[in-house]
């Protein structure tokens, strides 16, 4: 196969699909993990709140990329989805039905419909597994193979992922880091999902295998109509595969909404940060790199108002004491920031344009 950059990848961003069905719909999920203190005796002392209140809907056949820093609550909030690791409140709701009210078998027969896509290939596939036997356990789990029939399915996947019939036979040891991650996408296949969660599916890959993998997810989606909630950190890679767009910080979601308007015009401070760190092909064009300032602060104690107040260009005194709400600027895109409409016309200036005695104050609360 000959490689490819991800430049070269057709981008699947303005290929929307017209069917308007959701098929996945989350509403406030959380997921908090309990932390323990003491010494004799063990006690909850506070919660790490990976992810705080997250909401989206995703619809039959489209792309949601997830983006943000690392500990944003990305991976978490993939295990939450297909309940790997269950949410600690909040409604999964898939197709039409409350993923909380099912029991545990129920969730194990609904993982045909509703899989995740590790981040590591090497470490999702048992090593004492053939490819063969490895595409093949979820169908023996869920008592859906035919012994008749099993070469033939594994040779139909092999073949539907780009990899030979042969390398059925193969270890994971004897793989290419490519080639494990698409045995991991047939062994998603092999239950025919409707949504496929992808954490992080390239970023153990060189750039030329991520582009195949990328055109891959693409060319199945188009074939067999799956959606995809595909999580990432590179915006270049995300940029390739989503119709819509979703950014994190610290558990919580900034903005959402079309992925080719978010990458044109972002709104939020943090989306434009984000987005400014995004290489530019072309060297003819400068582009402003725009600066964090600090660390992300801790799960454990986030700021009380924004969770970006320590660290935004545009931050004010309100910022540290109300949280934004999603705030609505066309029919799907919506920005968690106070001042989104000023920063969006460029009336709002930045923290440093301020006079002294302003700035003074809104510096004081950021060093408490």
């Known amino acids: 196969m000959a490689e490819q950059t991800l430049n070269e990848v057709q981008s699947n961003s303005t290929d929307v699909q017209d069917d308007q069905t959701i098929v996945l719909s989350i509403k406030d999920l959380r997921k908090y993990f ?7 005796i063990k006690r909850k002392i506070a919660d790490v709140k990976a992810v705080d209140g997250v909401s989206f809907d995703l619809k039959k056949g489209e792309t949601l990329g997830v983006v943000g820093e690392s500990g944003c609550g990305k991976s978490t909030l993939a295990k939450a989805i297909t309940f790997l690791d269950k949410p600690s ?8 039905e409350d993923l909380r009210t099912k029991t545990q078998k129920e969730l194990r027969a609904n993982a045909k419909d509703l899989t995740l896509v590790f981040q590591d290939p090497a ?4 090593p004492r597994f053939t490819v063969m036997q490895s595409i093949l356990e979820p169908l023996e789990i869920h008592n859906l193979v035919n012994q008749n029939e099993k070469y033939g399915i594994v040779r139909d996947l092999l073949i539907r992922v780009g990899l030979s019939p042969h390398h059925a036979y193969r270890y994971p040891h004897e793989l290419s880091g490519g080639q494990q991650q698409r045995v991991g996408i047939a062994r998603a296949l092999t239950l025919q ?3 496929i969660v992808l954490d992080e599916p390239v970023s153990a890959l060189d750039v030329s295998v991520q582009a195949s993998i990328i055109n891959l997810l693409v060319k199945l989606q188009d074939e067999l109509g799956f959606s995809y909630v595909f999580i990432a950190h590179d915006l270049s890679v995300v940029k390739k595969i989503s119709h819509r767009l979703m950014v994190m910080y610290l558990g ?3 903005e959402i909404g079309d992925s080719e308007g978010i990458y044109a015009k972002p709104l939020h401070p943090y989306t434009q940060a984000l987005m400014s760190a995004v290489p530019v092909a072309d060297p003819t064009i400068k582009k402003e790199r725009i600066k964090l300032k600090g660390e992300v602060p801790t799960p454990i104690n986030p700021p009380a108002g924004c969770r970006f107040c320590t660290r935004c260009r545009f931050v004010r005194q309100v910022c540290f004491l109300e949280e934004p709400e999603l705030i609505q600027i066309n029919t799907d895109h919506y920005v968690s920031c106070h001042f989104v409409k000023e920063i969006a016309t460029g009336t709002h200036l930045p923290t440093e344009e301020l006079a002294d005695d302003d700035k003074e104050k809104i510096e004081s609360k950021i060093e408490i």
């Open 193 to 195: 999902p409707k949504v």
């Open 34 to 40: 309990p932390v323990e203190g003491g010494f004799f």
């Open 252 to 254: 919580k979601v900034v």
């Open 123 to 126: 470490a999702a596939l048992d």
């Open 89 to 96: 409140s909040g409604e999964v709701w898939f197709d039409n």
